[in-house]
């Protein structure tokens, strides 16, 4: 297993993501690292699961993924190996994995409580590099999973909520669930009538753009994105500013 991938809400003011890197290379130097993102919103375990979602399958088969996105670090919540059939998943006990299971079947997951492969440090806020990186490193190296530590039963695995889109009174009510870095609106709708009114706040739109510049730059567009799900935009701007979007801000879909 040569290739390692870190996703993370740390960004990089702090040296956190290259102290991670550090442990990691101490102990294979010849594991290749991949940044998949470290500018998830802090303590936003959705957002990382929407992104890992969007991204792990274009990587190696047996690529370790090590998603540190952790507000209860230091707490009771379990620290993971989660094997499935084409990965490794190096994780928090937090619902993380939420989304990316629903593709990938885990053939074994495992509770980490041997110290052997953690470093020896008088904290518990950095599971990120004390415990999470040395694991995944030792991992990489091609160390059993079975010698982390012990079996944990899949059904304890932590599951998000994930807000579904409701179906009422003949149309499908939507919402917005993240934004990206252009502003543009990802919201939970995967789905539309071939035919269709959308209602947000005071706009009408009625039809799916192809590309980004066939867009009205005075009013939300809509278009099938990346990771899967209908997205809000205007062509080369920000839609999140222009029409003062925010997370949960609902998007109705009518059948024409």
Not at 3 to 14: A, C, R, S
Not at 51 to 77: H, M, W
């Amino acid at each position: 297993m040569n290739h390692l991938t870190l996703l993370t809400d740390f960004g990089y003011k702090d040296g956190f993501v290259g102290s991670m890197k550090g442990v990691i290379k101490k102990i294979n130097p010849s594991v290749s690292i991949i940044d998949l993102s470290h500018e998830i919103d802090s303590f936003d375990i959705l957002e990382a699961s929407l992104i890992l979602n969007a991204s792990f399958q274009y990587f190696p088969k047996y690529t370790i993924f090590v998603c540190v996105v952790d507000p209860g670090v230091g707490t009771e919540r379990e620290a993971l190996i989660v094997k499935t059939q084409n990965y490794f998943f190096v994780v928090p006990n937090n619902g993380i994995l939420t989304l990316p299971l629903k593709k990938e079947k885990v053939e074994k997951t495992i509770k980490i409580t041997n110290s052997k492969f953690m470093l020896k440090t008088e904290t518990q806020t950095f599971h990120g590099r004390d415990l999470f990186a040395p694991v995944a490193a030792f991992l990489s190296r091609g160390v059993s999973v079975e010698e982390f530590g012990e079996e944990f039963f899949e059904k304890n695995l932590v599951k998000l909520e994930f807000p579904e889109p409701e179906q009422k009174n003949g149309k499908i009510i939507g919402e917005i669930i993240r934004f990206d870095k252009f502003g543009n609106a990802l919201t939970n709708i995967t789905k539309l009538p071939k035919k269709f009114k959308a209602k947000l706040k005071n706009y009408e739109i009625k039809k799916v753009c192809s590309n980004f510049l066939e867009g009205n730059k005075e009013k939300p567009n809509l278009i099938k994105g990346s990771f899967g799900f209908y997205e809000i935009f205007i062509p080369v701007g920000n839609a999140k500013e222009k029409f003062s979007l925010k997370k949960g801000d609902k998007i109705e879909i009518y059948k024409e």
